[in-house]
């Protein structure tokens, strides 16, 4: 049986239910002052009539604290939280980005959820924020090694510099520098520019010093890589891939299917919303199946991420991250 037929999918009340199990774990916790004694569920309660509800509707997933007084529910403080959207809707949504390998774009989600366009395209972006992991422990350690590479997606939108032929050039591309261990997870970082001073404060942050670093022969990593148990690179300017154990193939499958993500799904990105799209593409590799983390899994992974991550647009060109 397919997961998408599992009941939270597509009962409102469901919905809440599978929600408050993950986030709280079955136990409230009362978000305006913490409280976790003395909270009781309020049934039947419903929203004012309106012209297209004369009866109102049910509130679903309602509690109230005994402590403070105040209602809330379990989208208090959370992605989820003013958003109209019904809560059925958002576990589809999160379901359908953690499980397509590729990503799936706004117009597909609309389609799918039979929401207006710009709705699919929010809730994608909060989800995208949900799946940033913010994780500070370094990645390698003794005996793990570590690969480091950067790449080069789109045009800048503000275009500085242009080669001497009028084309545009590696300063004008969206650099991306991404950090993976092997047999582990990935880091990637969008920086305006990949110069030695800001990849190498990168990997000397991200990195455990008893790493083996892997890279290839760009001189950015060449001082960075003495501060390491090894520092081992291949010449790919001469077609060496692989010398031993040195290479940097799993760096570069993961370039690989951001860019086919980036190009065959998604098509065009705002410059300042990169970095949430490279979250996403994170969390996915991070919870692949290789690591034990099946779909299911996966999607309550992101689930667990949406606490504090609440997400506001107060304009057309304003954001802020709450």
Not at 205 to 213: D, G, I, P, Q, S
Request: a positive charge; charged letters at 25%; hydrophobic letters at 35%.
């Amino acid at each position: 049986m397919s997961v998408l037929s599992a009941k939270y999918f597509h009962d409102e009340e469901a919905a809440f239910e599978h929600v408050e199990s993950i986030i709280w774990d079955n136990n409230p916790i009362c978000p305006h002052c913490g409280g976790v004694e003395r909270i009781y569920a309020l049934k039947n309660v419903r929203t004012k009539p309106s012209k297209k509800n004369p009866e109102g509707v049910v509130r679903h997933g309602l509690k109230k604290c005994g402590q403070c007084r105040k209602q809330f529910t379990v989208r208090i403080g959370t992605i989820f939280e003013e958003s109209h959207l019904p809560l059925h809707k958002w576990l589809q949504a999160i379901y359908l980005m953690v499980s397509s390998k590729k990503g799936i774009s706004a117009h597909q989600l609309h389609r799918v959820l039979e929401v207006q366009y710009k709705t699919a395209w929010f809730l994608a972006h909060r989800i995208r924020e949900a799946m940033r992991s913010g994780e500070l422990a370094p990645l390698g350690g003794s005996g793990k090694t570590v690969e480091a590479d950067e790449t080069y997606f789109g045009d800048k939108e503000v275009v500085t510099k242009r080669t001497k032929r009028g084309k545009s050039g590696l300063a004008s591309k969206r650099a991306v520098v991404a950090l993976v261990e092997r047999g582990g997870n990935v880091r990637s970082f969008h920086v305006d520019r990949a110069t030695k001073t800001n990849v190498s404060q990168i990997v000397a942050a991200n990195v455990h010093n008893e790493t083996v670093l892997n890279t290839d022969e760009s001189r950015l990593y060449t001082q960075i890589g003495t501060e390491f148990a090894r520092h081992d690179k291949v010449n790919h300017s001469v077609n060496e891939y692989v010398q031993g154990e040195a290479y940097t193939n799993t760096v570069e499958g993961v370039f690989s299917i951001f860019k086919r993500g980036m190009k065959g799904v998604y098509q065009h990105c705002s410059e300042k919303h990169l970095h949430r799209y490279l979250a996403e593409f994170d969390f996915r590799y991070n919870n692949r199946v290789k690591l034990g983390v099946d779909d299911k899994e996966r999607a309550k992974n992101a689930l667990l991420g949406v606490v504090g991550k609440r997400l506001t647009y107060q304009g057309p060109d304003s954001q802020k991250a709450t």
